[in-house]
């Protein structure tokens, strides 16, 4: 889901710019001193998973785990893909500096929206309702991040250049939702059975100030 240089319209990569800013600000601010080595943990299997795509025109598809970075860190998500895309862009050259606004968000918009809203649902006592909650916050991170990706480029193209493409970008993230769901799935079974505290980051404490424990069972 790296959209490559050179390709979006300089409204779309501003918009996209500013999202991620103000989507950094906030995940910056939710990131506590013991949610530190878990950022760092998860932006390096990001970093990873997502080096191996498949092209597709302009953009591409490939793993991302947006959804459970999105579980596990909340709005902190934002600074774990940012550095993540960063990183990419700077030493492999995929995606790229002036897209970097708009792959962030893409990616990481979604993630810390879906993780947000199916965490109860993750955390709570019916394990089959868990593993689904845990499907979902997989396979819908990557299905709205390919409508993203797909609306910055048809918003970029003149007169439906890039309609096609659009829609090529988001049938090419439909297997990959399904396979993130999966993935997604199991390791919400394996943390709820020996670290459930790793779903519970104080990172999506509203506010996220002030002293607090880490991977409180409270929070």
């Given at each position: 889901?790296?959209i490559?240089?050179?390709v979006?319209?300089a409204?779309?990569?501003?918009?996209?710019?500013?999202?991620t800013?103000?989507?950094?600000?906030?995940g910056?601010?939710a990131?506590?001193?013991?949610?530190?080595?878990?950022?760092?943990?998860?932006?390096?299997?990001?970093?990873?998973?997502?080096?191996?795509?498949?092209?597709?025109?302009?953009?591409?598809?490939?793993l991302?785990?947006?959804?459970l970075?999105?579980?596990?860190?909340?709005?902190?998500?934002?600074?774990?893909i940012?550095?993540?895309?960063?990183?990419q862009?700077?030493?492999?050259?995929?995606?790229?500096?002036?897209?970097?606004?708009?792959?962030?968000f893409?990616?990481?918009?979604p993630?810390?929206l879906?993780?947000?809203?199916?965490?109860?649902?993750?955390?709570?006592?019916?394990?089959?309702?868990?593993?689904?909650?845990?499907?979902?916050?997989?396979?819908?991170?990557?299905?709205l991040?390919?409508?993203?990706?797909?609306?910055?480029?048809?918003f970029?193209?003149e007169?439906?250049?890039?309609?096609?493409?659009a829609?090529?970008?988001?049938?090419?993230?439909?297997p990959?939702?399904?396979i993130?769901?999966i993935v997604?799935?199991?390791?919400?079974?394996?943390?709820?059975?020996?670290?459930p505290?790793?779903?519970?980051?104080?990172a999506?404490?509203?506010?996220?100030?002030g002293?607090?424990?880490?991977?409180?069972?409270?929070?």
């Amino acid at each position: 889901m790296h959209i490559s240089e050179g390709v979006l319209s300089a409204p779309v990569l501003l918009t996209g710019a500013a999202l991620t800013l103000a989507g950094l600000a906030a995940g910056l601010k939710a990131v506590k001193d013991e949610d530190t080595p878990k950022a760092a943990v998860l932006s390096a299997v990001f970093f990873t998973a997502s080096l191996i795509h498949v092209n597709i025109g302009p953009s591409s598809a490939h793993l991302i785990l947006s959804g459970l970075i999105g579980l596990m860190m909340g709005r902190a998500a934002f600074p774990v893909i940012f550095f993540g895309l960063l990183l990419q862009g700077i030493l492999f050259g995929f995606g790229g500096l002036t897209t970097l606004g708009v792959n962030t968000f893409t990616m990481a918009g979604p993630a810390a929206l879906f993780g947000t809203l199916l965490r109860p649902g993750v955390n709570g006592r019916n394990p089959a309702a868990a593993s689904v909650s845990g499907f979902m916050c997989g396979a819908l991170p990557v299905l709205l991040s390919g409508l993203l990706a797909g609306a910055a480029l048809y918003f970029s193209g003149e007169q439906g250049q890039y309609v096609a493409l659009a829609w090529a970008v988001v049938a090419g993230n439909l297997p990959v939702a399904v396979i993130e769901g999966i993935v997604c799935m199991f390791c919400v079974s394996f943390f709820r059975k020996v670290r459930p505290d790793l779903l519970k980051s104080a990172a999506f404490a509203p506010g996220a100030a002030g002293p607090s424990p880490a991977f409180s069972p409270a929070d």
